[in-house]
């Protein structure tokens, strides 16, 4: 009785310390089967180079397998505003907030907080998942948005889609680009302090795996072709090639990056800063796009709503992250990676601009 008292305390507060998996619910209904993704040789040794720098703790030399997908149907579900996390009797579901690891490293699902409970009636569900997209297009792109794909095609019921007002804006237009075709589905907007129990929350599980931009064809090519159409994406018949540059950020910048600028001039570059550029005008540059290098960062996300394109990516020795490569290999474009010196504290570092040159002879 004391131990059900304090639960109680502690839930009226947001905290929840104990977690269940819905894998094996009774109403779990399969949308699609795990696939197996195959590499060539050259392909593999890159994988084995990042699987080195992370200490093997992730290591797709070895294989990868993209994950089954599915929908799960769960009654009296509660919904936390502060962090997209579900709640069922009382423990947090693992699978609404990725996986164990993010979990155990993102206080916002543990942390206390006063959430005001409200109780809706109806068929919810949602693809909000703080902090880790809270202003970041990777992760809105990869971990929320290509949920909605096998949801919006299997339920045909009227439902509402949570999500939080106070998000970025090329969030809240592109999630709409998405809503507007499907007539069943409707916003609701839940806020930062409040909690809500739902009649019943469908579950959509996530697509992309951890340090990966691969998504399987169809739903890749069904999210290209949603953004390309909201944004109105235009053939210009001119191909571009750009540079990302991070001269500007804090982390991961290319300390010679000077070195590199006038080569990249003699081969007709362009030199992009994302930042500086809404996002509209960020996707039709790289719709219409023929090259792109740059160093790792969530720039080369916008290599999603490229038509066709060639990829040089950047990666300091001690952390080579596979997200883009991965992502190309869904899109089926031909990516090349330069591995420069060991990274600082901040990640910043140097590359052999005699071997990004090489790669551009070969064009």
């Known amino acids: 009785m004391l131990k059900k008292a304090l639960f109680g305390i502690l839930h009226a507060a947001g905290y929840y310390f104990r977690y269940t998996s819905v894998l094996h619910h009774a109403s ?25 720098s992370f200490n093997y703790s992730i290591d797709y030399s070895l294989g990868y397998r993209v994950k089954d997908q599915y929908l799960v149907r769960l009654p009296n579900a509660e919904f936390l505003g502060n962090s997209g996390a579900v709640v069922l009797e009382g423990k947090l579901v693992v699978e609404s907030v990725f996986d164990v690891s993010r979990l155990a490293k993102s206080p916002a699902f543990k942390t206390p907080a006063l959430l005001l409970p409200k109780y809706k009636k109806g068929i919810y569900t949602s693809i909000l998942h703080l902090p880790w997209a809270a202003n970041n297009n990777y992760h809105w792109f990869f971990d929320c948005l290509p949920r909605l794909y096998y949801l919006l095609l299997e339920i045909k019921e009227p439902i509402h889609i949570i999500m939080r007002r106070d998000l970025p804006s090329y969030m809240l237009q592109t999630l709409e680009f998405i809503v507007q075709e499907y007539p069943q589905a409707k916003l609701a907007y839940i806020g930062k302090h409040e ?37 109105q994406v235009k053939q210009t018949g001119n191909k571009n090639r750009i540079y990302i540059s991070r001269a500007n950020a804090k982390t991961r ?9 006038p080569i990249l001039a003699r081969y007709n570059f362009e030199i992009v800063r994302a930042e500086e550029l809404s996002y509209k005008e960020q996707v039709q540059l790289f719709y219409t796009s023929e090259v792109i290098v740059a160093p ?40 090349a990676a330069v591995i420069g010196s060991i990274g600082d ?11 990004v040159e090489d790669w551009l002879e070969k064009l």
């Open 296 to 335: 790792h960062g969530a720039g080369l996300t916008n290599l999603l709503f490229s038509e066709q394109s060639k990829v040089l990516e950047f990666h300091p020795a001690n952390l080579i992250k596979t997200h883009y490569f991965l992502l190309s290999k869904g899109l089926g474009f031909e990516y």
């Open 28 to 52: 779990k209904k399969g949308m699609a089967p795990t696939q197996v993704l195959y590499f060539n040789e050259q392909e593999k040794a890159f994988l084995e180079q990042s699987a080195a």
């Open 195 to 231: 909690k809500w129990e739902v009649e019943e929350f469908i579950l959509p599980s996530f697509i992309a795996n951890a340090q990966s931009g691969y998504l399987p064809t169809e739903v890749g090519a069904w999210l290209q072709n949603k953004i390309w159409k909201g944004y």
């Open 345 to 355: 504290a901040r990640e910043n570092y140097t590359i052999d601009v005699q071997e």
């Open 253 to 261: 910048r290319v300390l010679n990056e000077q070195d590199l600028l």
